[in-house]
């Protein structure tokens, strides 16, 4: 009687432990988000230790991918072009955890690759706030105004300026003396990345421009 009362007794505490085991959560690696501005002349994909990020849509010219969730710490990024199985280059990165990215893609190659930390502390007053990175490889010592007013001078490619407070409200963007298209509407208590792209000498489709990204 007693060994089998015995061998209730390890069955009902072997029961126990491994319901103890199932309701253990699993561990979840920590994590970061990239967002990445495709600001070259071809289509590309996007990848994490070789597995495909971007499952949506491939990035295309001028294409953003929105934020895409990714290990924090050091991983191994790889870039390969549309409908190619091979790996253009691979880019080791280490990011925070919790923190996020925005990383654009002028060319598909280390030289050519402008990461920007994306963790941005917003203003509570009255006003926006700005920044601009020089994200095209055929334009150096760009000035961008704000209605004609010179905001950020001489900007090198690949540089990244401070965070700029200005007025809300509709403002005209202009690159030296070059009107940049249609009027911004800039709100209160939210912050932008202007950044250039493209090539001058190209009329059109990959032509120099300005896109603008909403933190």
């Known amino acids: 009687m007693k060994l089998r009362v015995s061998v209730i007794v390890l069955a009902v505490a072997a029961l126990l432990a491994s319901c103890q085991k199932e309701d253990v959560a699993p561990s979840v690696p920590p994590s970061a988000a990239v967002n990445v501005v495709n600001v070259s002349g071809g289509a590309f994909n996007f990848f994490m230790n070789g597995t495909r990020l971007n499952n949506t849509s491939t990035i295309y010219p001028d294409g953003v991918s929105g934020y895409l969730e990714v290990y924090s710490g050091q991983q191994n990024y790889q870039f390969k072009n549309d409908r190619s199985p091979d790996v253009a280059f691979t880019l080791p990165l280490s990011l925070d955890s919790a923190a996020s990215y925005t990383l654009f893609a002028a060319a598909l190659d280390t030289t050519n690759i402008i990461l920007v930390n994306d963790d941005i502390s917003i203003d509570t ?6 920044r601009f990175v020089n994200a095209s490889p055929k334009v150096n010592n760009i000035t961008l105004s704000l209605n004609d007013t010179a905001r950020v001078s001489n900007a090198a490619y690949r540089s990244v300026s401070d965070l700029i407070r200005i007025v809300p409200g509709r403002k005209k ?6 009107n ?3 009027s911004v509407t800039f709100t209160r208590g ?3 990345t202007i950044y250039s792209k493209g090539d001058p000498a190209i009329n059109g489709d990959g032509g120099f421009g300005l896109g603008i990204i909403q933190n």
């Open 180 to 182: 940049m298209g249609d």
């Open 125 to 130: 007053g009255n006003v926006a706030l700005i």
């Open 190 to 192: 939210n912050a932008y």
């Open 173 to 178: 963007l202009s690159v030296g003396n070059t």
